[in-house]
């Protein structure tokens, strides 16, 4: 079975500094790694992926993951923070095609980012 | 195209009492997810549907619990009869294909209070 974990309920960081949101992962065979941001009353948003290729995948709003074969991790970055990228983050996980119609997408439980003026 | 459409976006309801939530996925999309999300538990698949046709209902927390996709534009998640321990977000999301490029789309969520 697949599963996502994120260490960390909360992230507290200040404007301008840079900030790391942590997802380690469990899967057989290779990875399909997403991020999804929530901000209040609203839906996720889908902010990047990975499927294959570069680890470093850059998405949306500045956003960027590494991709860590060898310790299962997919961290979310950002060089410098802004207020408004306050929200709730989740880490998913896909693994490949496993039968006709299948699409097991599994998510961690979110991190709360709040970015502080 | 306007996204992901939910309906209600908030249902407050007494215990006992059947509630429906409605969703409207991206045209074009074959694949629609139900989740529900609580503080506790975080985001759980209940049931996705390909085609029309439910692939995966294991999640489906137990009978009270059924959701239909009568056409490829709208689908369904009924609770009947309601607890209070329903209480929580859900959402619908859709996706194009189960390939692995593509991400689920989602929609705002309704709100499930049962009092």
């Known amino acids: 079975a697949q599963s996502v974990a994120q260490p960390e309920d909360q992230v507290n960081v200040a404007e301008g500094n840079p900030l790391t949101v942590k997802c380690t992962y469990s899967?057989?065979?290779?990875?399909?790694l997403f991020w999804y941001v929530q901000y209040p009353n609203r839906g996720l948003q889908f902010l990047l992926k990975?499927?294959?290729?570069?680890?470093l995948v850059k998405g949306s709003y500045g956003f960027e993951a590494e991709f860590n074969k060898s310790q299962t991790s997919f961290h979310l970055k950002k060089p410098s923070a802004l207020v408004s990228d306050s929200a709730l983050y989740f880490c998913?996980?896909?693994?490949?095609?496993?039968?006709?119609?299948?699409?097991?997408?599994?998510f961690g439980k979110g991190t709360k980012l709040s970015v502080i003026p | 195209d306007a996204g992901v459409i939910q309906s209600p976006r908030h249902e407050v309801t007494e215990m006992g009492q059947e509630v429906t939530l409605r969703c409207k996925p991206i045209?074009?999309?074959?694949?629609l997810f139900w989740y529900r999300q609580t503080m506790m538990r975080g985001l759980e698949l209940l049931i996705y549907?390909?085609?029309?046709?439910?692939?995966?209902d294991s999640g489906m927390p137990e009978d009270r619990f059924s959701a239909k996709m009568p056409n490829a534009s709208f689908s369904t998640l009924k609770i009947q009869p309601s607890e209070p321990r329903d209480s929580a977000v859900y959402f619908c999301?859709?996706?194009?294909?189960?390939?692995?490029?593509?991400?689920?789309?989602f929609g705002q969520g309704t709100r499930l209070t049962v009092v």
């Open positions: 549907f390909n085609n029309n046709v439910p692939i995966d």
């Open positions: 998913a996980v896909r693994v490949p095609y496993s039968g006709a119609g299948s699409y097991q997408l599994t």
């Open positions: 999301a859709s996706s194009p294909s189960n390939r692995p490029g593509t991400e689920a789309f």
């Open positions: 045209s074009g999309h074959d694949y």
């Open positions: 990975y499927i294959t290729g570069d680890n």
């Open positions: 899967v057989s065979g290779n990875p399909y």
